[in-house]
């Protein structure tokens, strides 16, 4: 089964085997707005640890979307750029942004389950 | 967050301030007032909503003065050493736009000039300028203006926007007068049996109306609004898409203190008689400019891809050279994509001219575009 991690940047990555599925959390959409536009990057693109790995923009600014841990990009989710309110509608589903190879699963140490990502959520708002 | 809360101590409110947080409003700062940005329905759809039926907007924040003098000659005369605009032969109950300008012709704010309606009032011009500007604006005024003319700031009124095709008949049920009213004209008039002064315009390229009402009797007036079915409160941030849509400049972004009126596509706004006279602060520069051409013009920006182009965005030609920048830019939700505009070298102003946008580092294609983006629908009387 596959595990849920979450980042302070409000990113998730659904863990299976060394791929990761990431997106961005219902709070963060919440946050952001109605979403116009995503911009993803090529299958194949390697990516280290906080670099930029995809885009979404909502009808108030423009956000990155930064690779929480390192690997390649192994497949792009190109509903998002059809239908970028998908990203609104099923953040935590269907509008998963990039699947990642993982190069180093133990970036993975030290992010937040689900339970720790609720507790940050609360404290922030 | 008690930053933040702190910093909301120093904000002001505006008489809706109560409406807004039950309405569920979310409040930000803006220029110096705590404003709704939207509403539980979102920018999106509150823009749409706008565009379909009709959209409530508080825009209290905005400040709203008389200058008075003892008649229209000598105030028109007075404010026009400071606008370039028309306002000598500025019928009774009538509206212009203008500018106040700085002596090298640079804009410190563009603001509405209404004529009062009533004879009894000859010598009375009611000004509507932008809330950040307001206090520097005052200033400027009572600075230049000779002694028999007077600004005098109104601090006890509300003022309210409705925008859209339903928004005259919205009005028209409690207020007759409003639906007879032509385009950029004005009445004093009773909403409800409230006491305002209405004016048929906007900043959304739709029809409607700003209400000026005493600050006390707002909310009421509000609340009357709202309970029409085809009515739902519009926040800043659909404000600012429809604007831009409908290629309308916002002061501090797409003019400012360096711009001048021909710089930003302006001269429509002033007469033959004030661009032949001259007689208004820069004259000089915009003389020239409007003889020679301006350096850089405000273009309308049509991406050609999906990607928004913000605010700051640079703009290259096709060899790669900077030419200009994005002023203003987003996503148009009637015009289903990004829109823009901003400031190229004017011999890449023509519409339909090639250029590039450097958005995140890649340079992507853009076309200048005529505006607006979205057709006005303005309210024409019809002439029988």
Redesign the interface.
Known sequence: MAEMKYTEDHEYLRVDGDVATIGITNHAQEQL??V??V?LPDVGKVCAKGE?AA?V?S????AEINAPASGEVVETNSDL?SNPGLVNEDPEGGAWFIKLKLSDKSELDGMMDAEAYGKFVAEQS | MSQEADANQTLKRTPLHGLHNELGGKMVAFAGYEMP??YPL????E?LHTRAKAGLFDVSHMGQAFLTGPDHETVAAALETLVPGEIAKLGPGRLRYTMLLNEDGGILDDLMVTRSVSAGDDGRLMLVVNAACKTADYAHMQAKLPGKVKLEPVEDRALLAIQGPAAAAVVGQWCPKAPELGFMTATSAEFDGIDCHISRCGYTGEDGFEISVAAARADQLARTLLSHVDVEAIGL?ARD?LRLEAGLCLYGHDIDETTSPVEADLVWSMSKRRRAEGGFPGAERIQRELSDGPGRLRVGIQPEG???A?EGTEIAGADGTIIGVVTSG??G?SAGG?VAMGYVQSAHGAPGASINLLV?GSARPARVAEMPFVPHRYFRKKTV
């Open positions: 707005g109605d116009v536009f911009e930029e885009v923009e009808v108030k600014a423009a750029e | 940005v939207q979102g920018v999106l759809k823009h941030g898409s999906k990607a928004p913000r987003g996503f939700p990004p995140r």
